[in-house]
């Protein structure tokens, strides 16, 4: 098992990557915050199998945290990423310090626009500004073929999909599936901060998405009673708060009202301390009226 070439410096970063282009070799790439997991885990099974050379950044983004959310408290098990890099055939870890990213400050943001106005970027301002800088620069310094990133963060991706578009980046962005513990719930880094039993309660933010697909396969098309039947699984459960459950538009991420395309079910919950999100798309069964009465 080789160990990546771990690399701080923009400036290093770049030297790897244009060599590598130089020798042939396509380039993917995937952005990371750290405390990698299963999920980040398959991004770079994905890129090690279709690019030549591979690059992982770690790079916890202050820009993308908002006032008073949990930007220290964040893991950072350096050396444990590392080894799991090495393991994933990754050929570069790129771990800048934010002093590096942002030399002198951030002066100048990417507004996302208004994509980055619904469910996420309410109830965190600033965030997708913050992501969209970052990821831009990400770009401009890896120079990728192509990035991998996870449908979890549905709305991220959405928002990056938007980026490359706007401003022509020459990268082909890869979604790849949202990994699951056995009882449903996404994999993220966050929920090393659940205890066992908040883990436990954690299982229903699933089993609310299973229930609005269920709903919409029994033929409802409202989609704010399919949003209410999630909501409603989730507030059974004693150690939840809701923040949004919500049936939108997989593009544009607005409210929808009536199914009559696949629309994307996603929830915000708030175990305890630690706040969750996940998203399931709710596909039309053929055959179905538009509007099926309850």
Do not use: W
């Not at 590392?82 to 570069?92: K, P």
């Not at 934010?98 to 301002?125: H, N, T």
């Amino acid at each position: 098992m080789k160990p990546p070439v771990r690399v701080t410096e923009i400036a290093a970063m770049r030297k790897l990557s244009r060599e590598a282009r130089a020798a042939g070799k396509s380039i993917g790439l995937v952005p990371t915050m750290g405390a990698l997991h299963a999920g980040h885990l398959s991004l770079l099974g994905a890129a090690r199998e279709q690019n030549g050379f591979v690059a992982a950044s770690i790079f916890l983004n202050p820009a993308q945290f908002a006032p008073g959310e949990d930007y220290k408290k964040y893991p950072r098990p350096l050396e444990k990423d590392l080894g799991l890099c090495a393991e994933a055939g990754v050929d570069a870890v790129f771990t800048p310090a934010a002093e590096e990213m942002y030399a002198k400050g951030v002066v100048m943001f990417i507004e996302p626009g208004l994509l980055a106005d619904q469910l996420e970027g309410l109830s965190r301002p600033g965030h997708f500004r913050g992501v969209a800088t970052v990821v831009a620069k990400l770009f401009n310094i890896v120079e990728p073929d192509r990035a991998y990133f996870g449908r979890k963060d549905a709305q991220q991706l959405a928002v990056i999909r938007q980026l490359v578009r706007d401003f022509d980046f020459g990268v082909e962005i890869v979604d790849c599936p949202t990994v699951r513990e056995a009882d449903g719930l996404a994999v993220s880094s966050r929920n090393a901060c659940l205890s066992p039993k908040e883990r436990q309660a954690a299982a229903g933010l699933y089993q609310a998405l299973q229930a609005g697909q269920q709903l919409a396969a029994k033929g409802e098309r409202r989609a704010t009673a399919i949003a209410a039947a999630m909501a409603e699984q989730i507030v059974e459960e004693p150690l939840a708060e809701l923040d949004y459950a919500a049936v939108v538009d997989p593009e544009t991420f607005e409210d929808l009202e009536d199914l009559d395309r696949p629309a994307l079910a996603a929830l915000a919950v708030r175990i305890g301390k630690t706040r969750l999100i996940d998203n399931a798309m709710v596909e039309l069964p053929r055959g179905r009226a538009k509007n099926a009465k309850k």
